[in-house]
């Protein structure tokens, strides 16, 4: 049970963009080197973030990506929705095609999968980009980032 | 993130092996008809399942499957974690492992996989297997009571 890379490097290219944005667009080659992606890979991904309106770009030789919104104001389940789809432990596609559940089926999701699915949605929704900012800064000695937004 | 086929087939699989234990050793060819899987599938889990120690087998014309320990002693989390591995949402966090990725000392995102591998491990730790039979005869019995009074 993994998440897909497209929602682990998505978080993290997210943080980088909050943490440099500073004002300015962030060009995807210094993501990229930062957090050692490829850009070509985080094209895909910031396409997807710009189309669920996470994100914002500006072409030309100054371009390259803001964010739409402050970071306080964007939670991690957002981001993670975007990327993944809904956060599930189990492929709902799979689970509801075609025959109905069994009542053994029925018992596991109420008791296994649902619970489950509560906590990470939970969890992913208690959490915003800030918070997951101020543990980048923390944890490499930066004293306090200042968002233009 | 999700569970595989496995760990979904497996857990109803000793759901159904659990129910039907007052019948003796059960054979694999009964669970994958009343689960609608096939047969070769099953013997593949049951023999994760064996391995872990969550499953016995005998030989024979009356052989079969039983339950190592009672229901009650097995969790959620024993099946799953012997089908799927560790229930982490990203392999770093299972691993603990420093030398996965060299971003792993400060890596802003590590905190809140863990605390995702925490909670879902909380819940597969905390439903046994006897919870889930004890579900499956409560619906069972409530929807004979229906059909009783249709």
Not at chain 1, 31 to 45: F, P
Not at chain 1, 59 to 86: F, M, T
Not at chain 1, 121 to 138: H, M
Request: charged letters at 25%.
């Amino acid at each position: 049970m993994k998440f897909s890379t497209k929602g682990r490097y998505g978080l993290r290219a997210m943080v980088d963009l909050a943490v440099h944005a500073k004002g300015e667009h962030v060009a995807l080659c210094s993501i990229a080197q930062r957090q050692g992606i490829s850009t070509n890979y985080l094209e895909q991904v910031f396409s997807v973030l710009r189309k669920s309106g996470l994100v914002k770009s500006v072409k030309g030789a100054q371009g390259g990506y803001i964010l739409s919104e402050a970071p306080e104001n964007i939670k991690v389940g957002r981001i993670l929705r975007a990327l993944e789809g809904p956060l599930s432990v189990i492929d709902e596609n799979a689970e509801n095609s075609g025959k109905s559940k069994s009542s053994i089926q029925h018992c596991i999701q109420i008791c296994v999968w649902d619970k489950m699915n509560e906590f990470l949605n939970e969890l992913a929704d208690s959490l915003t980009l800030e918070d997951l900012v101020d543990n980048y800064c923390k944890m490499n000695g930066i004293e306090d980032v200042m968002y233009y937004i | 993130m999700k569970i595989s086929t496995k760990g979904r087939y497996g857990l109803e699989a000793i759901v159904d092996l659990a129910i039907h234990l007052s019948e003796g050793h059960v054979n694999l060819k009964s669970i994958s008809e009343r689960c609608g899987m096939s047969e070769a599938y099953i013997l593949q889990i049951f023999l994760m399942l064996r391995r872990a120690g969550i499953v016995e087998s005998i030989r024979g014309s009356q052989g079969g499957y039983t339950l190592s320990r009672a229901p009650s002693e097995i969790t959620v989390g024993h099946v799953l974690t012997a089908l799927e591995g560790p229930l982490a949402p990203v392999a770093c966090v299972a691993e603990k492992a420093e030398h996965a990725c060299e971003r792993y000392g400060n890596c802003p995102t590590r905190g809140f996989w863990e605390s995702i591998m925490l909670a879902l491990n909380d819940v597969a730790d905390s439903i046994t297997i006897e919870d889930l039979v004890d579900c499956y005869k409560e619906r069972v019995f409530q929807s004979n009571e229906i059909d009783f009074y249709i």
